[in-house]
């Protein structure tokens, strides 16, 4: 199957493009053949046109893929939201803001954790 650009298959015909996707090795060998129906983590990075696309319609279309974990990253406010799936069903199941000076540390990519100022600058 081709696809143009990597993304995260939503049906056979469409599909969605974060701004950055992880897959774990244990995702990466379930979609060794075929295009990734999920991902671990997920990061979009909001801009004043896709603001409110990213956050309702896309993050809700990720919530129903079971993604692990949408960062929403907001440079105009300097905040990341992260959203966390962390039985793998289809629902939000903690969302935490971070703001200027909080550590932020992934759920599901081990050793990742950083000040969201190094993100979103000061």
Known sequence: MY????GIQ???TTWLEPDL???SKESL????KEIPTTADLVIEVLSLSTFEY?????????EALSVRELWLVDADTKQIEVRENRNANTK???IVVYEEG?????KVVEGLRFC???IVGK
């Open 116 to 118: 969201i100022d190094e």
């Open 3 to 6: 696809t143009p650009r990597a």
């Open 54 to 62: 990213d956050k309702t319609t896309k993050a809700d279309t990720y």
């Open 10 to 12: 939503r049906t056979k």
């Open 92 to 94: 939000w199941d903690r």
């Open 102 to 106: 909080d550590f932020l540390e992934s």
């Open 21 to 23: 996707f992880y897959l």
């Open 29 to 32: 060998i379930r979609f060794e």
